[in-house]
């Protein structure tokens, strides 16, 4: 903006002095948890849904080919963010600081969309949703490897990532007998399995199903262990306001076919219930 001549920018300074969040900068401090509030939820940046993904995590989140992150999760708090009034703002974090709660309890972020398992030891330290996806376990191994279970796989390397339930469920399973090899992220994950840095992967079924598109004539899924697990969308503990319009905005998606439609998108047919 230009400004002419020092009475007008006086003028301007005083408008500032009366009103400083229309001047300041929004990285001058810290983010204000009573900020932005919106349908009785506050947010930490006004007029924002904050979130915290961590990418990539395709179908659920990644970067589209013009930079936007885009995926189911991402359709789902963009349902929330659109109750709320607000605009979706995604961050992409590490999965350590959304797992143990940290990034919501800080005020990094209102919510977290992250492929994220409902377990009893999170609930420790975040507020989940209602479960709004059933997850399974599976194995992904190179094209034409007969390997049917874990303990096919003694003397050999799987890879998992890192703070995920596929991780987990590898280590509580020693009778593969197999070293366990983590990853930061699926993308390495994926990339160390095609490329023969491992003999097999685990990770959910979803995700490896979005893996082979990508990748055909490559890899295939051996196996799949039924985990039982369900995604739940995370927030700060104590924020029953937010949990309520979410939980609300998940109801309403899947009654109106909503979510049926992103499901579709992303995923492919709906299972029958």
């Not at 919501?104 to 969309?113: F, L, N, P, Q, S």
């Not at 893996?211 to 899924?221: D, E, Q, R, Y």
Request: glycine share 10%; proline share 4%; charged share 20%.
């Amino acid at each position: 903006m230009q400004l002419h001549g020092r009475s007008k920018f006086a003028a301007l300074a005083a408008m500032c002095a009366l009103a400083l969040t229309a001047c300041g900068s929004p990285s001058a401090a810290a983010p204000d948890a009573s900020a932005g509030k919106a349908d009785g939820v506050s947010l930490v940046a006004p007029g924002k849904l904050t979130v915290c993904t961590h990418l990539p995590f395709a179908p659920f989140q990644v970067n589209d080919d013009s930079g936007k992150t885009v995926g189911f999760d991402i359709d789902l708090v963009n349902l929330v963010a659109k109750r709320l009034g607000a605009q979706t703002a995604i961050i992409d974090t590490p999965f350590e600081g959304i797992k143990s709660g940290e990034d919501m309890a800080t005020g990094k972020c209102d919510i977290a969309a992250a492929g994220m398992t409902i377990t009893d030891a999170r609930k420790e330290a975040i507020l989940f949703s209602e479960p709004y996806f059933d997850a399974t376990q599976a194995l992904l191994v190179p094209d034409g490897a007969d390997v049917k279970s874990l303990e096919e796989l003694e003397g050999k390397k799987l890879g998992a990532q890192s703070a995920t339930t596929g991780l987990d469920y590898a280590q509580a399973h020693p009778e593969c007998g197999c070293e366990i090899i983590e990853f930061q992220d699926l993308a390495s994950l994926t990339q160390a399995l095609m490329t023969g840095q491992v003999d097999a992967a685990i990770n959910d079924l979803p995700v490896w199903t979005e893996a082979l598109k990508t990748n055909p004539g490559k890899a295939s899924i051996s196996t799949q262990f039924d985990t039982g697990e369900q995604y739940g969308l995370g927030m700060k503990l104590g924020n029953t306001a937010l949990k309520k319009v979410v939980d609300e905005v998940l109801a309403e998606a899947k009654s109106d076919g909503s979510y049926d439609e992103i499901y579709k998108e992303w995923i492919g047919d709906v299972p029958k219930s």
